[in-house]
């Protein structure tokens, strides 16, 4: 932990996503640094959440879960959107490809539309979740990189339209981070290899390389910082 404790102190954090994986990692982050944070998931993940952090079960692209999720929010000062999924060798089927965009670009866009009042009222911050394939093509996987493709162009739309409420709306963009998403890769020796070969600095990310880029991206230190995705890649984007 690279930050001063109670950063965060008085802040209320809602996280999308985080039942599990970079958005549990991101949730005890924010709650170790001082925040009251609400962990969203759609099932209660591997159990990795800290005890402080509150879980509630909602599907971002269900409008009755959002709404019923909003209505129990009073303040809001950090929305961070790391629900995602990824349906691999699947998404040529045009029902899946249309589920896939439903979770990651609707669902993220209706969270954010849900949370702008709270947020300006606090000149609160947005971290939305893009990905490598908000840069690459994936043959295998056209939905997941049209969302995430869409994640990247809906953050900076979305950070000129809040900027005049004074919320702050920044993306990271993760290389190839171990978490239950990824664990087919991660045993696939072959396209491990080839990750790790591509990557510069030789390793998987771990989700808390994501949860420290995300909270500078919603701490005073980035005040000046909206629009932008930010990879955090062990310098694969580049390679
Ligand atoms: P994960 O599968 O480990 O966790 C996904 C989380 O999202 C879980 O908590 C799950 O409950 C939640 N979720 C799924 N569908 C949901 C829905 N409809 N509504 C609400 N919550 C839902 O995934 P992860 O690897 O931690 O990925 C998190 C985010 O990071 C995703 O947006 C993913 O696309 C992105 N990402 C991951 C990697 C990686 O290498 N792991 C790389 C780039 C981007």
Same mark, same amino acid.
């Given at each position: 932990m690279t930050f001063q404790p109670?950063?965060?102190?008085?802040k209320h954090a809602l996280v999308t996503g985080? /039942?599990?994986g970079i958005g549990a990692a991101v949730a005890n982050a924010l709650a170790a640094l001082g925040a009251n944070v609400t962990a969203v998931g759609i099932d209660r993940g591997?159990?990795?959440?800290?005890?402080r952090v509150d879980v509630r079960l909602a599907d971002v692209s269900s409008e009755a879960d959002v709404a019923a999720l909003f209505g129990k929010?009073? /303040?809001?000062?950090i929305l961070v959107n790391c629900a995602g999924i990824i349906r691999r060798g699947w998404e040529h089927d045009v029902a899946v490809f249309e589920q896939v965009v439903a979770v990651n670009l609707t669902g993220t866009m209706r969270i954010c539309v849900a949370a702008r009042p709270l947020l300006a009222a606090r000149r609160g911050v947005i971290v939305n979740t893009a990905s490598m394939l908000s840069f690459f093509g994936g043959a295998q996987v056209p939905g997941y990189a049209a969302s995430k493709g869409g994640v990247a162009q809906l953050t900076k739309s979305l950070a000129l339209a809040y900027a005049a409420d004074g919320i702050r709306v920044n993306a990271v963009a993760p290389g190839w981070i171990a978490t239950p998403l990824t664990q087919a890769l991660q045993q696939d020796q072959g396209r491990s290899g080839a990750i790790l070969q591509r990557t510069p600095l030789g390793r998987w990310g771990q989700p808390e390389d994501i949860a420290d880029a995300v909270a500078f991206l919603c701490?005073?230190?980035?005040?000046?910082?909206?629009?932008v995705i930010l990879p955090v890649d062990g310098g694969y984007l580049v390679a």
């Open positions: 109670g950063l965060f102190k008085g985080a /039942t599990q591997d159990r990795s959440l800290d005890a929010l009073s /303040t809001l000062d701490a005073p230190a980035s005040a000046f910082i909206t629009g």
